[in-house]
């Protein structure tokens, strides 16, 4: 690992996910933030007329203006890794050209999260499967993908406690925040006065993603976890924060109090020291209403990963059911943060960006 910044671009820096890219990538240690990616109907537009977060655009960034770049023109300006937060769809094809020219890529997009050489990474959860990687032929770059934001939650919140219950069955609610859509959002008077208990594709999504995620790797292919994963999906009115209703069907007996200390005692990249890793990832709440998205959706320390954890509250044990709720930011741990996260990883590990190529 060198201590030169790595030159990155965001690309769809003018959406939802790509604002809380540029929030998080501002003043990073290790990714200097040089291009902001996005449609020709934002070329030359400034960052702060597109801004859509709560806080102010980052220190300095407010004047920073849109560029319309494809994958050789950021290959000629240097760029060495993109975070994508293109659509689904359009992201595909040049996340592929980015790749074939080079260029790392940490994504948001599903296109490219069942491929089989790619990593669909939770590094608290599968950082093993990064090996995936390893037979890219020589000068192919890096890409990564993060899972479905509800997917990410319902990893994260069942990870510490899944060798314990050994579960048959998983069944998950979905009450996702609007922010999940993207810009420019539900129209209001959807959403308003009312849920809508239906987001194309996404139990799909969360159905395959967690079998992958939780799937055992072995010559140099994933054998998706075999437990049942039963999803339903509903959008409300909450701005952010994906809140989960989760009911497991065990085949094991743990005690409470063992179940209660797996969650308490999880923190598997404690010691990586990575910026945006929040220590612990999981947080217990007890109180009889929580989480909510309202007071929890902010969950993660340090400063710089906020909103990276995952708060589980609720919790009933009744074997072979195991019931709870769980909360995480759908654009933060979900998206942009997680993202970061995964880059972080890679150069903490020392895995070249570029196939063949220094590390980085
Ligand atoms: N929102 C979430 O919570 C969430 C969580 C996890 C993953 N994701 C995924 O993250 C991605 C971004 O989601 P989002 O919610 O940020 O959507 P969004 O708000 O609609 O943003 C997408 C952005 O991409 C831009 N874009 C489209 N084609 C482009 C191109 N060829 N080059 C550069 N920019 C382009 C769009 O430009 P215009 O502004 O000009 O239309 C828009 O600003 C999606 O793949 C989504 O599935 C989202």
Not at 34 to 45: E, M, P, S, V, W
Not at 92 to 116: Q, W, Y
Not at 175 to 200: E, F, K, R
Request: hydrophobic share 40%; glycine share 10%.
């Amino acid at each position: 690992m060198s201590d030169e910044r790595i030159p990155v671009a965001v690309l769809g820096a003018a959406g939802y996910i790509g604002q809380e890219f540029v929030r998080r990538l501002a003043d990073h240690p290790r990714f200097d933030l040089r291009i902001l990616g996005g449609t020709a109907r934002r070329k030359g537009a400034r960052l702060e007329d597109l801004w859509h977060l709560d806080d102010p655009p980052p220190e300095g960034r407010a004047n920073q203006t849109l560029e319309t770049l494809g994958p050789s023109a950021l290959q000629r300006r240097g760029i060495r890794a993109v975070f994508s937060a293109l659509p689904s769809g359009i992201a595909g094809p040049i996340e592929s050209e980015l790749a074939r020219r080079g260029i790392a890529v940490f994504s948001n997009a599903a296109d490219h999260r069942m491929d089989p050489e790619v990593p669909l990474l939770i590094p608290e959860v599968n950082g093993d499967h990064l090996r995936l990687a390893d037979r890219r032929p020589a000068g192919r770059g890096l890409l990564v993908t993060n899972a479905n934001c509800s997917t990410t939650g319902l990893v994260l919140a069942l990870a510490p406690v899944r060798e314990l219950l050994a579960p048959k069955t998983v069944q998950v609610t979905t009450y996702q925040a609007l922010s999940g859509a993207g810009l420019p959002g539900v129209s209001a008077m959807t959403i308003t006065d009312n849920v809508v208990p239906y987001i194309p594709e996404e139990e799909e999504k969360i159905e395959r993603e967690t079998a992958r995620i939780f799937g055992r790797l072995g010559d140099g292919r994933i054998a998706a976890w075999p437990g049942r994963i039963l999803a339903q999906c509903a959008r409300v009115g909450t701005r952010d924060g994906h809140l989960l209703a989760v009911t497991v069907e065990a085949t094991r007996r743990p005690t409470r109090a063992e179940l209660e200390r797996a969650w308490t005692d999880f923190d598997p990249l404690g010691r990586e020291g990575l910026p945006t890793a929040p220590s612990p990832p999981v947080l217990l709440r007890r109180e009889p209403d929580r989480p909510q998205p309202l007071r929890d959706r902010w969950a993660g320390a340090p400063p710089r990963a906020r909103g990276m954890a995952a708060v589980v509250g609720r919790i009933r044990w009744e074997a072979p059911y195991l019931r709870f709720f769980t909360l995480t930011h759908n654009a933060v741990r979900g998206g942009a943060g997680g993202s970061v996260l995964n880059a972080e990883l890679v150069d903490r590990r020392g895995i070249a960006l570029t196939a063949g190529g220094a590390d980085g």
